[in-house]
């Protein structure tokens, strides 16, 4: 999750890379988000919408992306740390073209509507930081909990949506928490969960995500950011005896070369490569899962 360890390795690998942060702000406002991501291919021509889903703390405004005709099983997206914005809803969109109907989520409703944070800005900025770390914060396992429920209950209620096959999940960052606790909020409708340099999924805390794992029953993919494992390298084995114990398959791949934050086209750390591999590990999976 992004904190003071991994902004320091992101700032080491700006300098050896010979980029200033305000550097990186220019270039990524100006490349445009929907060039920087590969085309589908086969793409399905989607239709999408801003929509507000009603939880129990409020109302929160999502994106809601899928294909213009037909009905297709469902994707909840978590965002990283800086929240829904247009590299998420790319990433969305991408999906959506993939043929399935996609659900990308402010998890900061209950403080501001999306985006909270500006084109081109990083975790690396100080402003950055004192706008989400408080937001952030102010979630936890219980919220996150709540939300769940909420996001998963409004996708059953979509016509684009197959309700006959189960539900996919994603998370990047402090979404990947999310993740894991999406699917033992709703096992019965969860069938697909895949995290991306996710943060605190093992931890010693009472409310760790990794001791939910027996009372899900979803496929799981964990791609693990090089300096995450470096810095927390048995958090990767302690997912993979709880999930070999539960026997719930799972993927679980420390991706070489790769910063936290590697995998949103917009990130200070985009590795484009590996990015594209953690992108098809998750197609197969939902294709597996989602059946």
């Keep these: 999750m992004c904190d003071e360890v991994t902004q320091e390795d992101v700032d080491d690998f700006l300098n ?18 929907a060039m920087m991501l590969p085309r589908v291919a086969n793409a399905q021509a989607v239709t999408k919408t801003d929509v507000d889903v009603t939880t129990p703390d409020g109302v929160a405004d999502c994106y809601f992306v899928h294909p213009s005709s037909g009905q297709h099983p469902a994707v909840l997206i978590w965002p990283d740390i800086l929240g829904l914005r247009p590299a998420f809803e790319a990433m ?25 944070v500006g084109e081109g800005a990083s975790f690396g900025q100080p402003e950055t ?41 994603t998370g990047y960052c402090m979404g990947g928490p999310m993740v894991m606790r999406t699917v033992a909020a709703v096992p019965d409708r969860l069938g697909a969960g895949a995290t991306f340099h996710g943060g605190g999924l093992a931890t010693d805390a009472d409310d760790s995500p990794h001791l939910l794992i027996p009372n899900t029953t979803a496929h799981m993919l964990h791609c693990v950011a090089a300096n995450d494992d470096e810095n927390d390298p048995e958090a990767k084995t ?29 990130s200070q750390v985009y590795n484009e490569a590996q990015a594209e591999r953690a992108w098809s590990r998750l197609l197969v999976l939902l294709e597996s899962a989602l059946a």
Aim: with cysteine; proline share 5%.
């Design 16 to 33: 050896r890379s010979g980029v200033t942060r305000r550097q990186f702000g220019k270039l990524s406002a100006a490349a445009g988000l």
């Design 238 to 266: 302690t997912l993979r005896e709880a999930y070999a114990a539960a026997g719930i398959p799972a993927e679980i791949e420390v991706y070489d070369g790769t910063m936290h934050g590697w995998c949103p086209p917009d």
């Design 92 to 116: 969305g969109e991408r999906l959506a073209q993939s043929g399935y109907s996609v659900l990308v989520v402010n998890p900061f409703y209950r403080d501001a509507r999306s985006p909270v």
């Design 129 to 169: 930081r004192e706008i989400v770390l408080p937001m952030a914060r102010n979630l936890n396992a219980e919220t996150h909990f709540t939300d769940a429920r909420a996001f998963v209950s409004f996708l059953d209620q979509q016509a684009a949506v197959d309700t006959s096959r189960r539900i996919g999940t």
